[in-house]
T-cell receptor, first 115, second 114 residues
Framework: NAGVMQNPRHLVRRRGQEARLRCSPM?????VYWYRQLPEEGLKFMVY????????ESGMPKERFSAEFPKEGPSILRIQQVVRGDSAAYFC?????????????FGPGTRLLVL | GNSVTQMEGPVTLSEEAFLTINCTYT??????LFWYVQYPGEGLQLLLK?????DKGSNKGFEATYRKETTSFHLEKGSVQVSDSAVYFC?????????????FGSGTRLQVQP
């Protein structure tokens, strides 16, 4: 059973470009979460999605960041007009989403470097 | 709001030493508690979890007990190995309040020397 998949693993962008990060949840999981990890820090929650719905985006910056989880295909975290402060590791997690199966399983992350 | 506090690292131990990494939390309701481990350059792996008071999570020789009276979930291992060197994160989720997002501590780096 494949785990959570993320690509690319590493992404380099220049200031002002767009970054697109993709996440495929574990088979059977319908809930996706995005977290950001700045160097030497813990993970901070960004957004929680179900298929075609954003459930909780309380951790998303108000500008330049957006996320989607379409009916078909992976979840996408999009960062427009990247700045150096966006350099971080972005982790996706997925869960079954039932009341008793709340454990989140993490992907390997995408390490974004903004030059 | 919810928060998790971990002891600062790095923690440096010799092989076969006893390990304790302290974790305390603040949350409304009855959160579930987790320990995740992150090896260099990799994502987080679930190490163990506990979903209610007095539950003990265990895996690969690691243990942690959910103590509601002290709001703690300390990680312990009786005899560490070099391969345990990693960063350990304590986390909680408050599904009972409708919030599924995990709240993480800042992480504790463990270095085990041969």
């Amino acid at each position: 059973n494949a785990g959570v998949m993320q690509n690319p693993r590493h992404l380099v962008r220049r200031r002002g470009q767009e970054a697109r990060l993709r996440c495929s949840p574990m088979k059977g999981h319908s809930h996706v979460y995005w977290y950001r990890q700045l160097p030497e820090e813990g993970l901070k929650f960004m957004v929680y999605l179900q298929k075609e719905n954003i459930i909780d985006e309380s951790g998303m910056p108000k500008e330049r960041f957006s996320a989607e989880f379409p009916k078909e295909g992976p979840s996408i975290l999009r960062i427009q007009q990247v700045v150096r402060g966006d350099s971080a590791a972005y982790f996706c997690a997925s869960s079954l989403g039932t009341a008793t199966q709340e454990t989140q399983y993490f992907g390997p992350g995408t390490r974004l470097l903004v030059l | 709001g919810n928060s998790v506090t971990q002891m600062e690292g790095p923690v440096t131990l010799s092989e076969e030493a006893f390990l304790t990494i302290n974790c305390t939390y603040t949350a409304t309701g009855y959160p579930s508690l987790f320990w995740y481990v992150q090896y260099p350059g990799e994502g987080l792996q679930l190490l163990l979890k506990a979903t209610k008071a007095d539950d003990k999570g265990s895996n690969k020789g690691f243990e942690a007990t959910y103590r509601k009276e002290t709001t703690s979930f300390h990680l312990e291992k009786g005899s560490v190995q070099v391969s345990d060197s990693a960063v350990y994160f304590c986390a909680l989720s408050a599904m009972d309040t409708g919030r599924r997002a995990l709240t993480f501590g800042s992480g504790t780096r463990l270095q085990v020397q041969p």
